[in-house]
């Protein structure tokens, strides 16, 4: 890719890129302090997330490179702070049901994009998917943030339970997919 022709959407994404190496690192730092700086961080990349493609279809900026690398940035950043999130035990016992669910449906998802892609396939995202991935990025905010002394919520529970309702839209959502891809098969 020639730098001199960074678009903004291929710019962001590569931001949110560079952010996971960052939000992997900090998870070794010591808590509570450092949960709200990872928390603050993965939604900064969330963020991008959604600029990306806003300013891609606001400034007729789309590529074949962002079309790639939008949505592996986003199984990169959700990937990685999933392990993270079992790694340190944020995520344990039957909660680690969603969080295989939702790295076994973005797999499939992926493998299903690039043989689609070289079928010249386009399958868009739905606005379900879109909502999935919403309640994701707010269930893993949560459970990042672990718990805030002193409220009443309790916020890891609040991300589980969140973690559970992405999980089963991401079972819809990757249906769809898969329904939408094997007539093509």
């Known amino acids: 890719m020639d730098l001199t022709q960074t678009t903004v959407p291929n710019l962001l994404t590569i931001i949110r890129i560079a952010l996971i190496p960052v939000v992997v690192i900090l998870f070794y730092f010591d808590r509570p302090l450092s949960n709200w700086i990872v928390a603050s961080i993965f939604i900064v990349a969330c963020i991008t997330d959604y ?5 891609a279809r606001a400034l007729k900026q789309t590529s074949r490179f962002g079309m790639f690398l939008d949505p592996v940035a ?14 340190f035990g944020r995520i344990q ?9 939702i790295l076994c449906r973005e797999i499939l998802v992926s493998g299903l994009r690039e043989f689609l892609a070289e079928a010249h396939v386009s399958v868009p995202v739905t606005r379900l998917a879109k909502w999935k991935t919403g309640i994701q990025m707010i269930a ?31 079972l819809i959502t990757g249906f769809d997919y898969l329904r939408a891809g094997i007539k093509h098969m």
């Open 140 to 170: 893993l905010t949560l459970l990042i943030i672990e718990d805030i002394p002193g409220c009443f919520l309790p916020i890891s529970a609040l991300g589980t339970l969140g973690l559970w309702v992405a999980a089963l839209l991401t």
């Open 74 to 87: 986003d199984k990169l950043l959700v990937a990685a702070t999933l392990l993270m999130l079992v790694g």
């Open 93 to 101: 016992g039957l909660s680690l049901i969603p969080a295989v669910v």
């Open 51 to 55: 600029l990306d493609g806003y300013f």
